[in-house]
């Protein structure tokens, strides 16, 4: 049974016996196999953040403190524009649109999953396939349970006790649902037990700090070559209206992407990992700000940052943050995890625009 310090922190005795665990020559050859990519990704997304909140370094300044290691997109002030691919400028049409890599046409967060397989759906499924596929490989982690109808056009099959994401063949964790880690079921009966005695104001949610803390868990436990988080207490605090909760709330996404960054630094993948963190839509200035939507300005006005090996490996202490300048958008996103990981897309042609950037500055 795990103690309440895993919410928090990770014991350092543990992480090293958990690497030296995973450093072990039948584990490598689990990660070296020529059946799928060697590379690993970490996806990271904070809702409905503003562009201008996420840039002020007194709001991420973890990840300000490690900016010659992530090229950035978004920052108006340095004439780089990264927007949302939708007109309709909400949280389920934006995620959907980052997993199709195209706008399938959803008009609210009631819409129902897509029709088309995401990328996850055609990772996972076109590793299900290597001899020695593990779905932990795959997982995704959501405070936001609706998230689940923007992963995967896979519908999870129901049970008495609720949607079973079993079926599934990727790891997901959406919102207060009960979670199972097959491995250590005792670990996800704690979890599932602290979420549902702990739950936020809002509905159909887990509270962040759960979220990274499970996926934090999850990787030193399963090391994923994709790992997705998901947040939103950001955005659910500006529906509130209280912008000194959202950014507090944002903080503290500045601090969990910082924890997860040095942890995987200590890791047998630090070479092979790119992080990946955007926001799902923008939100309105001065009295708009509890609001986004197609009506309210700047809602389409987003951000991304990648740090990869190569940016990494190119990183010096006086080096400043690179900006990169001209017209993004979120379905360009797409083309860069299918290329990462290896993905046979079966899907449209998707714009590889971002993809070209990065490959052409070499950065990728």
């Not at 950001?234 to 950014?247: A, I, P, R, V």
């Not at 923008?282 to 190569?310: C, M, Q, Y």
Request: glycine share 4%; net charge negative; charged share 20%.
């Amino acid at each position: 049974m795990l103690t309440r310090n895993v919410l928090f922190s990770v014991n350092a005795a543990a992480v090293a016996w958990l690497l030296s665990f995973i450093c072990a020559p039948d584990s490598m050859a689990e990660v070296t196999t020529p059946c799928r990519s060697l590379n690993h990704v970490v996806f990271m997304t904070v809702d409905g953040v503003r562009w201008k909140d996420f840039f002020d370094p007194k709001n991420t300044p973890k990840i300000h403190a490690l900016a010659n290691q992530f090229v950035m997109f978004g920052n108006r002030d340095e004439n780089s524009h990264f927007k949302v691919s939708n007109p309709i400028n909400k949280s389920l049409p934006g995620y959907q649109t980052l997993f199709l890599g195209f706008d399938e046409g959803a008009k609210n967060n009631q819409w129902p999953r897509p029709q088309a397989p995401t990328f996850i759906d055609e990772l996972a499924s076109q590793w299900q396939k290597c001899p020695d596929f593990d779905k932990d490989s795959v997982a995704a982690f959501s405070s936001w349970q609706v998230l689940e109808n923007a992963l995967t056009h896979f519908k999870p099959a129901n049970t008495s006790s609720g949607p079973n994401q079993g079926n599934l063949p990727f790891v997901l964790s959406a919102g207060a649902q009960p979670w199972t880690d097959l491995k250590h079921p005792d670990d996800g009966a704690y979890f599932s037990k602290i979420i549902r005695s702990d739950l936020p104001k809002w509905k159909l949610s887990k509270k962040d700090k759960y979220t990274w803390s499970m996926s934090l868990h999850h990787y030193l436990m399963h090391p994923s070559q994709f790992l997705y988080i998901s947040t939103g207490d950001t955005d659910e605090w500006g529906h509130q209206n209280d912008f000194k909760k959202y950014l507090s709330a944002l903080k503290d996404s500045d601090d969990r992407v910082d924890e997860m960054m040095q942890e995987i630094a200590k890791s047998p993948y630090a070479t092979s990992t790119t992080f990946v963190l955007t926001t799902d839509h923008g939100r309105g200035n001065k009295g708009d700000f509890k609001n986004h939507g197609p009506d309210i300005k700047h809602s389409d006005e987003a951000f991304l940052i990648v740090s990869t090996p190569e940016i990494r490996k190119q990183a010096s202490a006086n080096k400043p943050p690179l900006a990169i300048s001209g017209e993004f958008e979120h379905r360009q996103l797409r083309p860069i995890f299918e290329y990462l990981l290896e993905i046979q897309s079966l899907g449209a042609s998707h714009d590889s625009h971002l993809l070209d950037t990065l490959r052409g500055a070499h950065l990728l």
